[in-house]
């Protein structure tokens, strides 16, 4: 999923009218305040939601363009991007994802798919990597079952579809009906998040003027409160990071990633996050052959103090010595480093506690105090994808052999 957004909010509804769209555009206004420097877009599925009308910079919008030729997200107001028309093409879970890559954003991306059951939201729904569903207040989670489905047919965790509780249609929703709504949802292991979307004259009195139905001046109303609570909340979860099971699930459900990558651990050991963004270094023992990714800006953390920390920069493999004398002692590593005059090495020690762990038990399958005579060669780092690329595999084996045949000496 090459150029996958970094994070999908996805927000769709049970039933007309719950307010939808007025949330997706007040959250993005709300997380971006809660976070300046974080990209944000936002996109509609829903046509009667056009962003342009919130966010554009100008008083007249783009118009006359298919969807299809204006693929790119522009500049608004609030430093929020944009989608300057609504979605409207129809396209499986599969083929959304895709599209979604081919916007190449690097950000948090809300998306208002509207009403649940229709084939563009359900699509969105198989995307997201948190759900926020509104529901009515006297609504039943049992209406949630298709959209759980769906949910978990894109390989997302239930812990990440959060239910809204919208009193838009339905003023007299009694206390008892909303308390009897969040005991049915937690015995479902359903999340409700705390409060309501209410109907509140300030805030249509608000929505009526210049500016929309963007909230942020209605600092004495329940939906400030409840959107500023909201984007906290929505924020902890975009810093936690997109699911590393769910995002890994759809690259082999969308057939992006190729056949050789399932003898690949592709979630970095040292955060725990899919390695395929960014600089990465393919890693792998020998002689088991196990094979790894992990992160540059992981591993240049590890190496630190070691005095080898340039290596990252020389474009050059470095290898990882284990198991010399330390069967049931104390772990100590050696990293070879290879330079234009030879090669560098630097003694490790390491502790059951340290990040070297977790990098050693994936790369050999045992723990430090654990190892046998073993190298671990980490290759130079490669952008993204590019470190599963046949041709990288060639310049691997190269690789490989020439530092089994400079180092048999030393190693000897």
Request: charged share 20%; net charge negative.
């Amino acid at each position: 999923m090459t150029g996958a957004p970094s994070f999908v909010i996805v927000l769709t509804a049970t039933a007309p009218g719950l307010g939808c769209s007025t949330l997706t555009a007040n959250l993005g206004v709300y997380l971006r305040a809660l976070a300046e420097d974080m990209p944000l877009g936002v996109i509609s599925l829903d046509a009667a939601f056009d962003p342009a009308g919130f966010f554009s910079l100008t008083s007249i919008t783009q118009g006359g363009d298919s969807v299809a030729e204006t693929e790119s997200l522009h500049w608004g107001q609030f430093g929020l991007h944009y989608l300057a028309q609504a979605v409207t093409a129809e396209r499986d879970a599969a083929q959304f994802r895709r599209w979604l890559g081919r916007l190449n954003y690097d950000g948090v991306l809300l998306i208002d798919a509207g009403q649940a059951d229709s084939h563009r939201a359900q699509a969105a729904i198989q995307a997201a990597d948190l759900l926020l569903v509104a529901l009515p207040g006297a609504g039943n989670p049992r209406q949630l079952m298709g959209v759980r489905q769906t949910f978990r047919a894109g390989g997302a965790n239930e812990k990440f579809l959060w239910l809204l509780p919208s009193l838009l249609q339905d003023v007299q929703c009694s206390v008892e009906a909303l308390n009897g709504l969040r005991f049915a949802a937690g015995e479902r292991g359903l999340q409700v998040v705390p409060g309501e979307f209410l109907s509140e004259a300030a805030v249509a009195a608000i929505a009526a003027q210049v500016g929309g139905s963007i909230l942020t001046r209605a600092r004495e109303s329940c939906a400030h409160e409840l959107l500023f609570n909201l984007a906290r909340q929505l924020l902890d979860a975009v810093q936690a990071g997109p699911d590393p099971a769910c995002r890994l699930q759809r690259l082999w459900q969308d057939a992006l990633l190729p056949r050789p990558a399932r003898r690949v651990a592709l979630r970095c050991p040292l955060c725990d996050q899919l390695a395929l963004t960014g600089a990465v270094h393919y890693v792998e023992s020998l002689p088991q052959r196990r094979r790894l990714l992990i992160h540059a800006c992981c591993l240049k953390l590890l190496i630190v103090g070691t005095g080898l920390e340039s290596f990252q920069q020389t474009h050059q493999p470095a290898v990882l010595e284990l198991g010399r004398d330390t069967l049931g002692e104390a772990a100590e590593l050696k990293l070879w480093v290879k330079t234009c005059v030879g090669y560098e090495v630097a003694t490790i020690e390491a502790d059951d506690e340290s990040g070297w762990q977790p990098l050693v038990k994936l790369a050999t399958g045992k723990t430090l105090r654990e190892q046998f005579p073993t190298l671990v060669v980490i290759y130079p780092a490669k952008e993204g994808m590019q470190v599963l690329a046949a041709s990288w595999a060639a310049e691997r084996a190269k690789l490989r052999h020439q530092i089994r045949m400079e180092l048999a000496a030393d190693l000897a």
